[in-house]
């Protein structure tokens, strides 16, 4: 199969190009028709036409073909993006947050970044936990809303290795525009060790880092995979580091950005979940620091 992204295209190109020879004939017949009966060439024959059954037969009916091309031609495309006849080789559930997006590969769960394999039909399975976001990857395909209680398809698949952005595309809430999507297309095997890597349990133990986070309010909201802290309200954290982001596109994400972010995460994400945590200078090192060593 091909991208749903390249259906599309095909299909705008052949609607253009009706579209474009509809034009021409149009304001040719318009050009001719001015310069035949112009007033200076005086003549006798009477420039209006009465009663052309023929004509207007004509022009009835070849509207109705056109429309009727165009809309089987729509209903192909239609069946070719939702991956008609081609099953899927995976499926990914997508879920939609105020305001970020979770990721579960069985029970490997991330956020915010989407990686999937190339050439490789993937259905994802989009619901919302709140109010109703919108997927939307450009380059990959169309958009697909997220509602709460329904689960909706969306077939996704990449030709080339590489990352395209995406947002959500319907307005969910003050942070709307900080809801953004990056999906990673990887060859076969790099994305197996990247879902090989997710699955594992969070790579350092025992640190000063895990107790801060493990003593705060941290552990209500968030999940560490290999320690007790197994809240589901914030994104899983066990591989945080890997992400290229913090809060869904709102910074790049490295170890001092994470300090910032948790010192206050209403200063960069007004009207998010997530809290102002009371953390001393010394914890608020010590805990970005541990939550960049989660590789
Ligand atoms: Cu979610 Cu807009």
Redesign the pocket.
């Known amino acids: 199969m091909r991208p749903p992204a390249d259906a599309i295209g095909t299909l705008a190109l052949i609607v253009g190009a009706i579209a474009f020879l509809i034009f021409v004939g149009v304001e040719g017949a318009l050009v001719y028709a001015i310069w035949r009966y112009r007033a200076s060439r005086h003549v006798e024959e009477a420039a209006t036409f009465e009663q052309n059954r023929r004509l207007e037969i004509a022009w009835t009916a070849a509207p109705a073909l056109i429309l009727v091309v165009v809309f089987v031609l729509t209903l192909g495309a239609m069946a070719e993006i939702n991956g008609a006849g081609v099953a899927p080789a995976m499926r990914i559930a997508a879920a939609?947050h105020?305001?970020w997006w979770e990721f579960s590969y069985g029970g490997t769960k991330t956020a915010n970044e989407l990686h999937i394999p190339i050439d490789t039909p993937i259905d994802l399975e989009l619901a919302s936990v709140d109010v109703i976001?919108?997927f939307w990857v450009p380059e990959l395909g169309p958009k697909m809303d997220l509602l709460p209680r329904t689960t909706n398809r969306l077939r996704l698949f990449a030709r080339r290795a590489g990352s395209y952005d995406g947002q959500?595309a319907?307005?969910?809430g003050v942070e709307?525009a900080w809801?953004r999507i990056r999906v990673v297309a990887q060859p076969q095997a790099e994305f197996d060790a990247w879902l090989a890597a997710q699955g594992s349990p969070a790579a350092t133990q025992g640190g000063d880092g895990e107790r801060v986070f493990l003593s705060n309010i941290c552990v209500s909201c968030h999940t560490i995979r290999g320690t007790s802290a197994a809240g589901t309200a914030g994104p899983d954290l066990t591989h945080v580091a890997a992400r290229a982001t913090i809060g869904a596109g709102v910074l790049p994400n490295d170890v001092a950005r994470m300090r910032s972010w948790l010192a206050d995460p209403q200063r960069y994400k007004p009207g998010s979940l997530m809290p102002r945590v009371p953390l001393s200078d010394a914890d608020l090192d010590t805990l970005s620091a541990y939550l960049g060593s989660l590789r």
């Open positions: 939609g105020q305001w976001h919108s959500c319907e307005f969910c709307h809801m």
